[in-house]
């Protein structure tokens, strides 16, 4: 689901799907023309330092979902 803002705009959400839906926001802002579907597109003024942030965050979130599952913690979430 893409949520437009006033100015056109939409917020990239990075999402983790367990049980429920996790939304993460990066906190960029990008045009729907200015997204490649993983990475910011050139055209886009300071891409480079975007793209790094964005990759900063995917890998947090991805640390902290893998510790989860090391430690059994998402097992114990699941209904399964």
Known sequence: MIQ???DRTCVIKIVVRHIGDIHFTIGVSVSVDEWSGKELSKKVENYKTKNSIIRDKLHKI???VFELERNSV?????DL
């Not at 998402?74 to 699941?78: M, Y």
Request: hydrophobic share 25%; aromatic share 0%; no cysteine.
């Open 62 to 64: 991805e640390s902290i």
């Open 74 to 78: 998402l097992k114990n979430l699941s």
């Open 4 to 6: 437009e803002k006033k």
